[in-house]
Every structure is written in structure tokens, then in C-alpha cells.
């Protein structure tokens, strides 16, 4: 159960065990126990919710320092398009690739141009019109989780491409093995992230062997160092080779008006994507060409592992790609190239059922009824599930017992004692219609 | 045969609430591991006979009988009913009042989808009393 990799971790010495996390996981991957919160790690995607929640900064994602870069000969960024809208004022790119290069890069190579290779793609894809509609797209690996774990009729829509991560690390790596004649392993690629979900994207590739990218370094740990040295930049060079596509995916709705189709979604923030998948799923919308899926609200600008606040982010992008031209980086022909494909199709990872077949599952899920039928209905997570219906699950799939409830707690108290235990319980629990809690 | 049964309530002309009995059949149906195919007919046929419910019946009532071979959906009201059946069953054909389809409801395709991805259905309707929508998805 432990085997899959996951970038979110959490410092236990900062956890208190409050119910922060367990309420806003979108996929209830969080239970509290003995006072700390655990992560079950197959229903885990990444997103980040918990880190961005958590008011005692126990969870967090584990980025690699930058120092991992000192391990290869010749070392490669790839800024992501969102590390662009973290600075104020900033008027060209190049002054954040130039400033990279003076913190220990040797080479910048921008995913803004791994995503406009990726848009072109998409755009062929589209017109030879052989897919499965609604295409979602392929760009947010806490989404792709998402649509494996609860999704899985979906698979099929998701666009069967490389992210635009993984595209610019294979060119980045190529290009710089012609020019300064490496090997490949001597060559260190580095995603410089936004979020979580990317981190377990290329430490734990879901339709790739292995990824491209050796490491990733979040934003927030190499920004005060590229703004101390672009306050001092004297001579910017012209490194940027990417246009207004490339740097518009780092916000929501920048991919899906790149695919240049008529009628396109682009949903961000969890909750939203979680309604638009549903709606998929319920086929209605069948009339809509491409989905673009981002789990951060308003895009990858919105990732926890950015600095800037996501709307200011968003306006400076604006800004910033005014003078630029539209796109810089595009496929000869009109095929695409079988190396932007998946190496691996995608697997559906059934967390969701109560057992390994029907017939058990519903012995189950008829007990789980009745359990919740007896439960308070108040989801008040001190049983560590986020909801009493999780609860129930837990119980019957042997991970919780029933006393976990505290209401069934004070019914024992109260069975050992003629005192009314009533006012032992917090002040919001008091009184709960007895009736209802009969534990069977 | 091991059986479980689910209960939903549908309210009138709620139209915040409309697809929430579906969505929590389809969550149930995930729970209990039926394959995805069977899950998404299910879920469309019975997310389309509760927009019905909402839009012409004042609401009513969902019960599922699912067994491991079956699913069997029962959607009952005490709308106005069906006067020709024949004639809601065309695609296209709606009685929704313009109100309703400013909302994107009301395409008369209800009917003609419930019917596509079930493989029995049948429709009970007395005028002014209420009808009866029977539908069954075979677990293949």
C-alpha cells in the first residue's frame, strides 16, 4: 500500500492533529490517528489542499534543495511559465533566466516552450478529430490522479500526451547533448515548480518509465535568491524563446484558448474541476471540443509552492506577455511526433470500492448504512474521518472501530454511571437527540 | 442474493439540488465496484429521469434495488403524467416551459436517453395522477 511516491509529507512535530487537513482533502485521503494526521496514500493526488490549510505549516512538499543540481556536469532549469508572474514590476522575462544562470544554472530552458509544443499538438490532435470528446487535458498530474482514482471512465478523454514538463526536459536534454557533446547522464534537468503534483509527476510517472526531469525545486525556495541577483543584473541576455501561448499556461484558460477550438471549459481550483468531471461523466457536455483541468485555483500561478498571490500573479502575466509574439515553438508537419505520446496507458486505480468484488461490497455498503443511519450526522471529524459516513467505511473496511465516535463514547461512560454525562461532551454536542443514537 | 437499497428524495422545481439523488447513486455504484460502463448508464438515465421529476412532476421519490446482476432504478411522482407516451418518446419533443429551457433543460431528450442507455424501461402513467419510471441496467 505504501509503494506509491508522494511529494506531500508532513513534519509530525508540527502537526497538532487538528481536523483542517481531513476536511478539505477532495479525495478523503486524510485520517487523523493518536494525534497526527496520516495520509492513505493510494487515494492521495497531490494537489496540495492539506499544505495550503494547514495553520501549523506541518504539511508540506518534499522539493529537492537546490544543491541537487551539483550532482551533474552541465545543469539545466526549466523555469515553469508561472515563476514569471512572482515578480513585481518585471517587465522582461529574460532578467528571471539571465538571473537563473547566476544562481548555478548553466543553461535555462523554459516550459513555455515544451507547452506551446504541446498546444500545437493538441491542435493537430483536434482537427484529425479521431478522439474521444470532451478532450481533457493532459497538463495537471493531480487532475490525471484525480480521474484514475474516481474517474476512470474518463481515461479515455485525457489527451495521451506529455506534459509540457516533460516535453521541454527531453528537448532541453537533447539540444544540450548536441552542443556540448555529454552524455546524457551528465546532463541534470530541473523543474522549477509551482506545486506538489508536478514533484510526484516525475518521481513517480503515471505513462512514462522514467521522467525526463531529475529533479524539481520549488519556486519559493529560488525566488529570494533570483531577486537578489536580478536587483543586480547588469547585462541581460536574450534567452527567452517562447511567445504569448507558452506564457499564458502558467493561468487558467491559457492552454484550452491556445487549442483554438470553438467550444472549450477551462475549470480551476478543485472543487470546480470535481463538478466539471461529474458533468462529463453524466455526458453533458458532449458539445464541448476541450477541457482544460487545473487543481490550483486560477491555474499553475495558484500552486502552493508559488510566492506571489494568484490574482496579482495572474495580472502581471498579463502584462508580461503584451510585446511578445504569439507562439515561438511549433511541430514541421501534421503529424505529431510518437515521442510526445505516452510511453504507458493509463491504469485505473480502483480506491474507491469497498471490496475486491460486488457481492462484498454490498455486504458492506448495507452495513455501512445502517451504521450511518445510527451515526449523529454531524461530521465533526473528532473520529479523525472528515465525515461519518467515512467513518462507517473505515470501520467496515478495518481500518476504524466504532468507538472512534466520541457519541458512542459517552453512551459507554454513561452505561457505567447513573450521572447524566451529558455536559461531558462540547458545548455544540450537547443534547443530541438520544433517539437517534441507538448503536446497534 | 445479497441486495442493497438506496432511497433519494427529489424536490420540486429545485433546481441547486437537481442531479444530487444521481450523483449519489453513481458515487454508491463506485463504492460497491460495478464496472464503469455499467456506472455511467446508470448514472445518465437516472440523472435524466430526475431532472424530470424536477421539471414537470413537483418532485417525488428514487428507490434503487441493486443487486450484483442488476440495477434496478424506480422513479416515482405525483406529477400531471404522460398524456401520449409515444409522442415523449421522440427526440426533440418537450413540454418544458421556456423558463426551463433558458436553463439548458428541456431539450426532449429525457426520455429518449433514459430509454438509449438502460436495457429495460418502462413507463407507468395515469393523468393527474403521477407516473412510475421503471429502469433496469444488467451488470455485464
Known amino acids: 500500500m505504501d509503494t506509491v511516491y508522494h511529494s506531500v509529507g508532513l513534519d509530525k512535530s508540527k502537526c497538532l492533529g487538528c481536523m483542517n487537513c481531513i476536511k478539505r482533502c477532495p479525495t478523503q485521503a486524510i485520517r487523523v490517528r493518536r494525534g497526527k494526521a496520516t495520509i492513505i496514500t493510494e487515494r492521495c493526488i497531490d494537489?496540495?489542499?492539506?499544505?495550503?490549510?494547514?495553520?501549523?505549516h506541518a504539511k508540506s512538499a518534499q522539493s529537492d534543495p537546490l544543491s541537487v543540481i551539483n550532482d551533474y556536469k552541465y545543469k539545466i532549469a526549466l523555469p515553469a511559465p508561472s515563476l514569471y508572474g512572482q515578480f513585481n514590476n518585471l517587465t522582461d522575462v529574460n532578467y528571471v533566466l539571465t538571473a537563473l544562470l547566476q544562481i548555478g544554472f548553466d543553461h535555462v530552458f523554459e516550459v513555455a516552450r515544451g507547452a506551446e509544443i504541446i498546444s500545437d499538438a493538441t491542435r493537430k490532435i483536434l482537427k484529425q478529430g479521431n478522439v474521444r470528446k470532451p478532450l481533457i487535458s493532459c497538463a495537471c498530474p493531480a487532475v490525471t490522479r484525480l480521474i484514475t482514482i474516481s474517474?476512470?471512465?474518463?481515461?479515455?478523454?485525457?489527451l495521451e500526451l506529455n506534459t509540457p514538463m516533460d516535453e521541454s526536459a527531453r528537448l532541453a536534454r537533447l539540444e544540450a547533448m548536441e552542443r556540448t557533446g555529454l552524455k546524457?547522464?551528465?546532463?541534470?534537468?530541473?523543474?522549477?515548480?509551482?506545486?506538489?503534483?508536478?514533484?510526484t509527476a516525475i518521481k513517480n510517472p503515471l505513462c512514462l518509465e522514467r521522467s525526463?526531469?531529475?529533479?524539481?525545486?520549488?519556486?519559493s525556495e529560488v525566488y529570494p535568491l533570483l531577486v537578489q541577483k536580478m536587483d543586480k543584473l547588469k547585462d541581460i541576455e536574450t534567452l527567452s524563446e517562447s511567445g504569448r501561448i507558452g506564457v499564458s499556461w502558467a493561468k487558467s484558460g491559457g492552454e484550452a484558448s491556445a487549442s483554438l477550438c470553438e467550444k472549450y471549459i477551462a475549470a480551476d481550483g478543485i472543487e470546480n474541476v470535481i463538478k466539471i468531471l461529474e458533468e462529463i461523466e453524466d455526458e453533458k457536455l458532449n458539445d464541448i471540443e476541450f477541457i482544460e483541468l487545473n487543481a490550483c485555483t486560477g491555474g499553475c500561478v495558484?500552486?502552493?509552492?508559488?510566492?506571489?498571490?494568484?490574482?496579482?500573479a495572474k495580472t502581471r502575466l498579463n502584462t508580461l506577455r503584451k510585446y511578445r509574439p504569439v507562439s515561438c515553438n511549433h511541430i514541421e508537419g501534421d503529424e505529431v511526433p510518437k515521442e510526445l505520446n505516452w510511453e504507458y496507458p493509463l491504469e485505473?486505480?480502483?480506491v474507491l470500492k469497498l471490496a475486491d468484488n460486488v457481492t462484498d461490497s454490498m455486504k458492506l455498503m448495507n452495513q455501512v448504512s445502517q451504521m450511518v443511519k445510527n451515526f449523529p450526522g454531524l461530521d465533526c471529524g473528532t473520529c479523525g474521518a472528515p465525515t461519518c459516513r467515512a467513518l462507517a467505511e473505515d470501520i467496515v473496511r478495518g481500518y476504524a472501530s466504532i468507538d472512534h465516535c466520541i457519541f458512542r463514547l459517552k453512551d459507554e461512560i454513561q452505561s457505567s454511571t447513573d450521572n447524566d454525562v451529558d455536559n461531558l461532551l462540547p458545548v455544540p454536542f450537547r443534547g443530541i437527540d438520544e433517539e437517534k443514537?441507538?448503536?446497534t | 442474493m445479497e441486495e442493497v437499497r438506496l432511497h433519494y428524495d427529489v424536490n420540486a422545481y429545485d433546481f441547486t439540488c437537481a442531479g444530487e439523488a444521481s450523483g449519489k447513486l453513481k458515487r454508491s455504484l463506485k463504492n460497491l465496484g460495478f464496472n464503469s460502463a455499467v456506472i455511467r448508464n446508470v448514472a445518465i438515465a437516472v440523472y435524466e429521469a430526475e431532472i424530470n421529476m424536477v421539471i414537470h412532476a413537483e418532485g417525488g421519490v428514487i428507490d434503487a434495488i441493486i443487486t450484483p446482476d442488476c440495477i434496478t432504478v424506480i422513479l416515482a411522482d405525483h406529477g400531471p403524467g404522460i398524456p401520449d407516451i409515444e409522442l415523449a418518446m421522440k427526440e426533440g419533443y418537450s413540454t418544458a416551459p421556456e423558463n426551463v429551457r433558458a436553463l439548458g433543460f428541456g431539450a426532449g431528450m429525457g426520455l429518449p436517453n433514459i430509454k438509449k442507455y438502460t436495457d429495460e424501461m418502462n413507463i407507468d402513467t395515469v393523468i393527474g395522477v403521477g407516473t412510475t419510471i421503471t429502469l433496469k441496467v444488467y451488470n455485464k
Do not use: Q
Open chain 1, 151 to 158: 474517474y476512470p471512465e474518463l481515461i479515455d478523454n485525457i
Open chain 1, 302 to 312: 495558484g500552486g502552493c509552492l508559488t510566492v506571489a498571490n494568484t490574482f496579482v
Open chain 1, 47 to 56: 494537489c496540495g489542499e492539506c499544505i495550503r490549510i494547514c495553520p501549523h
Open chain 1, 348 to 350: 485505473p486505480m480502483s
Open chain 1, 212 to 219: 525526463e526531469v531529475n529533479g524539481a525545486i520549488a519556486i
Open chain 1, 184 to 199: 546524457a547522464e551528465d546532463i541534470g534537468v530541473f523543474f522549477i515548480t509551482p506545486c506538489p503534483a508536478k514533484i
Open chain 1, 437 to 439: 443514537l441507538k448503536w
